[in-house]
């Protein structure tokens, strides 16, 4: 989308009407004013619209990497205009999930289009009581299980790219991409 002049757009506050009366039957006045008219109307559309601007649900496509970068979102040009409006607007909130199952879930679903289900956490175990045996040691991986949603096909390097940048850096992660949702069989 270009922001530069447009052809026909006109002014919403023409220069020639507010001259003094003196140069309203002015013909070259109201031709150079004219002329700033159509300079300025671009500038004047934009900033009667800024708001618009700042929300990604509405702002131009050109735009979204900007705001993206603003709020530290996700965005590939190559997804969805709407996933790369919905990763923005969802950000701030992501981040507050960040490391956790429920923003890996959703991460995935959000850049991806897939389901996952994330089993395991990752090693943490503690004991409350001072002096106490250490507890069992637990399983040091998590597992992380894709299967398609609204994306017809799981590419199964995009989804580990995604999991190592969403998952705490002392996790070890295992991705498994299934055909469907788990069975309770498969556990």
């Known amino acids: 989308m270009s922001r530069a002049a447009v052809p026909g757009l006109p002014s919403r506050y023409p220069i ?8 309203a039957d002015d013909d070259f006045a109201q031709r150079f004013t004219a002329g700033l008219d159509t300079v300025l109307a671009p500038v004047f559309a934009t900033l009667d619209n800024l708001p618009s601007y700042f929300d990604p649900r509405v702002a131009p496509t050109d735009f979204l990497a900007w705001l993206a970068s603003w709020v530290g979102a996700a965005d590939d040009p190559q997804w969805p205009v709407e996933s790369r409006r919905e990763a923005v607007v969802r950000a701030v909130e992501l981040h507050r999930w960040r490391g956790t199952r429920r923003g890996l879930v959703e991460g995935l679903w959000l850049t991806l289009g897939v389901h996952a289900e994330v089993t395991g956490d990752g090693g943490a175990a503690w004991s409350r009581t001072a002096g106490a045996d250490l507890p069992p040691a637990p399983p040091s991986e998590t597992l992380v299980r894709v299967w398609p949603g609204r994306a017809t096909r799981v590419d199964p ?31």
């Open 16 to 23: 020639g009407g507010q001259l003094p009366a003196l140069y």
């Open 157 to 187: 390097d995009r989804v580990r790219e995604i999991v190592r940048a969403m998952c705490p850096v002392h996790t070890v992660c295992r991705v498994e991409v299934l055909p469907g949702p788990p069975t309770d069989e498969g556990r």
